[in-house]
DNA sequence: ACGTTTGCGCTTTAGC
DNA sequence: GCTAAAGCGCAAACGT
């Protein structure tokens, strides 16, 4: 059957494309490890660190709810 | 105290490449995000496709056992 | 202004129950925990026991499809 | 085999021990959404309500986690 | 009613 | 090995 080998080729591609880019992610979680270790050895504390990053990343998404909750509000009380 | 400005210039670069490099993770799983998308949009079944992601990544053997293992669970349960 | 007094106890109140009922579902969430640690330490693998769960909650047919398309995206991929 | 359909009936216990949570736990679910319907009957908006509780949520989730950075400064810094 | 989008829960992974 | 956090998948909710 040609029609289901084809479509098995499209399939494969997908998937490996898939798999491509998630060993890319791999990856790159791979050298965040790398630059704590680093940081590390440079003697800082990589809880510390580790929960600055998260705190940074809390604020922006803070701030971004902030302006989704105002956003409602308006829609909620017919302003534009 | 010039010392201190140091470090924590040193600090500043270490937590900004972390977070840089985290930004890329983020875009390179939207990427994967996207060829799922097309692939439902081509008429396929992405759940299935997940899990064949899933099965791949793992050892055959270890997808044996799993296996094996969970027909035994099934079978305690009567399970078909 | 009483009236806006009254609508403020009434969506407070409204909101009260609804955080009073997620905290109900958070404990109850933190009891099958404790079942699944009760499993693990009479030696079941409790990955395996939430498979079964989880299969036991879908219909015996739709278990079946999904089961079927699974075979068919394995074997276009040749995945044994 | 006598000790396999103990151990079956065992497995089978935790199993339907799960279950009954789970059960629980959907029925508060659905409260949660019965007391949205019963605001939304009453003119509120539960969009802003859902994000009211969220924000209420995640107050006393920063609160928690600013004291998590404090101990953990207090411990980088050698204090007790 | 359907499709899209967001929020929630689970699974898995990483650190201790 | 265990606990905690991050990432992912699913399902309900909203808008069209």
Partial sequence: MAEGSIAADELRLLIE????????????????????GEA?????????????VRLRKMDKNDRQEADA????YKAALGLE
Avoid: Q, S
Wanted: glycine share 2%.
């Fill in 17 to 36: 494309r898939i798999e491509r880019l998630e060993e890319e992610k791999k990856a790159i979680a791979d050298d965040v490890k790398d630059v704590y």
């Fill in 40 to 52: 590390k050895a440079r003697g800082y504390d990589t809880k510390t660190m580790r929960m600055i």
């Fill in 69 to 72: 909750l105002l956003e409602i």
